[in-house]
Structure formats: C-alpha cells, structure tokens
C-alpha cells in the first residue's frame, strides 16, 4: 500500500498540522509498504507572495517533518516544486476537469468568504492537488474531513481521463480485472481519514489555522507561545463553578459556551491525565487559568525532544538539502513511469 500526503508551507506548522496530519504521516512510515510526503510550496504561492519568505517556510516544513519524527529512510520526503512533472499533470487533468466541480469547491468558496481574491491559483487549488495525487499512483491519502471532496475530485477526474484516453475502461472495474477490461493509468486513491482528532480547535475556538491567525506554534518562539496559550478563549464561568463542556445542553441557554481550551487539553493530554482534568473540570474549584497553565506544560513535554532535534537540524543545513535532494530523486522517478505513460496517452510525445 501506497501513502501520500503533504503540507502547506503557508506558515509555521502548529499543533493542528501535527496532530491533524503529522502525528498519522510518522505512525504510516512504519504501516505503509510505501510512504511519500512533500512539501506543498507551490500551494503555499496562494498565500505567500514575498519570495524570501517563501523559501524559509519551505525549509521550516521540512525540518518540522523531520524534528517530529519523519525517517527519510522509511518515507519520501520532497518539495512538490522539486517534481516538476506535477505541473504537466495539472495542465492535463484541467483538460478534463469540469468547471462546475471547482465553482462547488468547498475550499474556495470558503476563502473567497473569509475575503481571500479569487485568483486561478486559488480556483484551480483543487487540480493541483488532485495531479499530486494521482501522479505516485497513491492508494490511500491522509486528509482531514475537510479535504474529503478534495480526494472525491481526484477519483472523479482519474475516471474521466481513463475513459476518454484508455481504450476498454471500463469505470465499474477500474483494476481491469474482468476479461476485455484495460487498467486505468490513473489509480483512484481512497481518503484515509483518522478517527480522533480531525480538527484541532484554535485558541479563538474556531478550526486552528494558519488563515485565521489563532495558531499554537510547534517551533516557534517560547515567550510567544506562552502568551498564546494564556490567550486561549474561555467564558466567564467562576472559579467554583462546573466549566462547559462540548455537547453539554445546559438547562440554561446562556451557559452554552465554545470551550477550545477544553478540546485542545483532550487533544495533548494522554487519556489517563485528561481524564482527571474532565473530573476536575465538571466537579468546578479550578479556574481557567490553572488549565492554561497545565496545557502550556503538557506541550512543553510533548514537544520538547522535537524543538530539541528541530534545533539540531537547523545546524546542519547541508544535511537537510541532502535529505530533499535524496527525496526528490526517489519521487520523480515514479514520477517520470507515471508520465511516460500519460504523455503516450493523450498524443504528446
């Protein structure tokens, strides 16, 4: 089995990035027969348009995927710019991509609603990462609820192209396992969705997200990360009261309240400590500030070996470019099978 996955290098990653996606990428390397993650850079162009910075964060993903645990001899650790096939893909999915399907796109229009400028990049989001995909003939693709229609696109658009340009596709056997049945060239890959923690809340109670400016930085600087954390949004519920809880139905309607600091401590506290903090926390006799203070200490030890190794890396910048270039080989070469085979497909030679 075949995993692919990656990660915007739109801002520092924070905790939503390693507990929605990164935790699953490093627990995949050792259950996969194959694993392959990129950077997403030139998704990262959508949102960041200063050069410079763009570099930084780039190698900030990288150096995050491997402080927190990614073996670049269990997995393929690239940047997607470094594969450059992925754009010629692209530009052949679009062919066949129905503009119907990227004006519903959920991602879209949920950034053109946060006030995001609906260029191309943006509206063609969802053909890029669909050629990412599809381009390692990947199985399985490790995403949030969130990107579900994402993975739906990608199935769509492969089923389009093998039966416009695979002579005997037959859509109902995709495999090509029934006698007079050809095998798509493209593979319909499957979303892999993780059961827990799908969406990690941000310190405003909404979706963490770099877009949204309410993240909790994985590498970032200690003092920032503290006022954060002590920032996180509460009610005005005392002291000695019972805290809210998500899903509760109060008897009264003005006790309902969004308790992000409630999920973000069931997110990083092991199961046997958060389920002293639930006690605690419906018994009353604690305030919100005794909670902070307990989630600010949970991610130091959560954390620390990798801010640790993250330090360690950043010494060694010659190591990191060998790692990427070692992985940028390994994936283009996949890569290169996947394309000879499109080209001769579609006429282009």
């Given at each position: 089995?075949?995993?692919?996955?990656?990660?915007?290098?739109?801002?520092?990653?924070?905790?939503?990035?390693?507990?929605?996606?990164?935790?699953q990428f490093v627990q995949?390397?050792?259950?996969?027969?194959?694993?392959?993650?990129?950077?997403?850079?030139?998704?990262?162009?959508?949102?960041?348009?200063?050069?410079?910075?763009?570099?930084?964060?780039?190698?900030?993903?990288?150096?995050?995927?491997?402080?927190?645990?990614?073996?670049?001899?269990?997995?393929?650790?690239?940047?997607?710019?470094?594969?450059?096939?992925?754009?010629?893909?692209?530009?052949?999915?679009?062919?066949?991509?129905?503009?119907?399907?990227?004006?519903?796109?959920?991602?879209?229009?949920?950034?053109?609603?946060q006030g995001k400028s609906?260029?191309?990049?943006?509206?063609?989001?969802?053909?890029?990462?669909?050629?990412?995909?599809?381009?390692?003939?990947?199985?399985?693709?490790?995403?949030?609820?969130?990107?579900?229609?994402?993975?739906?696109?990608?199935?769509?658009?492969?089923?389009?192209?093998?039966?416009?340009?695979?002579?005997?596709?037959?859509?109902?056997?995709?495999?090509?396992?029934?006698?007079?049945?050809?095998?798509?060239?493209?593979?319909?890959?499957?979303?892999?969705?993780?059961?827990?923690?799908?969406?990690?809340?941000?310190?405003?109670?909404?979706?963490?997200?770099?877009?949204?400016?309410?993240?909790?930085?994985?590498?970032?600087?200690?003092?920032?990360?503290?006022?954060?954390?002590?920032?996180?949004?509460?009610?005005?519920?005392?002291?000695?009261?019972?805290?809210?809880?998500?899903?509760?139905?109060?008897?009264?309607?003005?006790?309902?309240?969004?308790?992000?600091?409630?999920?973000l401590l069931k997110v990083?506290?092991?199961?046997?400590?958060?389920?002293?903090?639930?006690?605690?926390?419906?018994?009353?006799?604690?305030?919100?500030?005794?909670?902070?203070?307990?989630?600010?200490?949970?991610?130091?030890?959560?954390?620390?070996?990798?801010?640790?190794?993250?330090?360690?890396?950043?010494?060694?910048?010659?190591?990191?470019?060998?790692?990427?270039?070692?992985?940028?080989?390994?994936?283009?070469?996949?890569?290169?099978?996947?394309?000879?085979?499109?080209?001769?497909?579609?006429?282009?030679?």
């Amino acid at each position: 089995m075949r995993i692919l996955s990656g990660v915007q290098s739109s801002g520092k990653l924070h905790i939503g990035n390693y507990y929605g996606a990164i935790r699953q990428f490093v627990q995949l390397q050792d259950e996969a027969d194959q694993a392959y993650y990129f950077i997403a850079n030139y998704h990262s162009l959508n949102e960041v348009r200063d050069p410079k910075r763009a570099l930084e964060l780039t190698r900030d993903a990288a150096l995050s995927y491997l402080a927190l645990g990614l073996d670049p001899k269990k997995a393929v650790l690239f940047r997607q710019s470094d594969v450059k096939e992925v754009l010629e893909l692209n530009w052949i999915l679009g062919v066949v991509t129905p503009v119907a399907h990227l004006e519903r796109a959920h991602s879209y229009k949920d950034k053109v609603a946060q006030g995001k400028s609906p260029d191309f990049g943006l509206f063609a989001y969802p053909v890029l990462m669909a050629a990412d995909i599809l381009l390692y003939s990947a199985d399985e693709v490790p995403v949030g609820k969130d990107q579900i229609q994402h993975i739906e696109f990608a199935r769509d658009w492969a089923v389009k192209f093998n039966v416009q340009y695979v002579p005997g596709y037959d859509p109902a056997d995709p495999e090509g396992k029934e006698r007079g049945h050809a095998p798509g060239i493209l593979k319909l890959p499957s979303a892999r969705i993780q059961s827990t923690t799908q969406t990690v809340p941000g310190i405003d109670g909404r979706k963490m997200s770099k877009s949204y400016g309410n993240t909790l930085d994985l590498f970032g600087d200690e003092k920032e990360l503290k006022k954060r954390v002590m920032s996180i949004k509460t009610d005005s519920t005392p002291v000695e009261a019972p805290k809210p809880v998500p899903g509760d139905k109060p008897s009264d309607a003005s006790l309902a309240s969004d308790v992000p600091l409630y999920d973000l401590l069931k997110v990083v506290l092991p199961e046997s400590e958060f389920r002293d903090v639930e006690t605690s926390w419906r018994a009353g006799g604690k305030g919100y500030g005794e909670y902070k203070k307990l989630l600010l200490e949970a991610l130091h030890t959560t954390f620390g070996p990798a801010r640790k190794r993250y330090a360690e890396l950043s010494a060694d910048p010659a190591e990191l470019d060998r790692i990427l270039q070692d992985g940028a080989s390994r994936a283009r070469a996949e890569a290169s099978r996947l394309m000879d085979q499109v080209r001769k497909a579609v006429g282009i030679p």
